[in-house]
C-alpha cells in the first residue's frame, strides 16, 4: 500500500514537472525524477527515526529486517531472494541463515501435532 502511493506521488510529480522531469524509474527520487542525494536521505532517515522515538538503525538494516521476518513468517527463500536481487538462492540463505533454526523448531513441532491428531 505505501508502495503504491509512493508510486501516485511520484507520477503526480512527474505531471507537474513537464519536460524537465528526468525519468530514471525510481522509487525514491527529487521531485525532477533525479536521483536523491544519500547523505539526504541518511539525515532524513535520521531524523524520522528521532521524531517516532525508535531504537537508532542504519538503512541497509531495513533490507536485513525485512528479509529476516519475511524468512521468519515462512515465505519462501526464493522468493525472498528474488526481492533482494540476489543472483541465487544460496546469497539469501548463506547471510540469513540465523533465522532457520527457529524455523526447525518450528516445523518439526507442527509435523509433531500433525501426527498426533492422526493417531
Partial sequence: MVLKKQKTQVIKEK???????????????TSK?????????????????KEAGVQ????????????TMLLASGKQAKVISERLGHSNIKTTLDIYSHVLPNMQEETAHQIDALLTKSN
Fill in 15 to 29: 505531471l507537474s514537472c513537464g519536460p524537465e522531469y528526468v525519468d530514471h524509474d525510481l522509487v525514491i527520487c
Fill in 33 to 49: 525524477g533525479t536521483p536523491v542525494n544519500p547523505e539526504n536521505l541518511k539525515r532524513t532517515f535520521q531524523r524520522l527515526i
Fill in 56 to 67: 537508532p538503525i542504519r538503512f541497509h538494516d531495513l533490507r536485513h529486517t525485512h528479509a
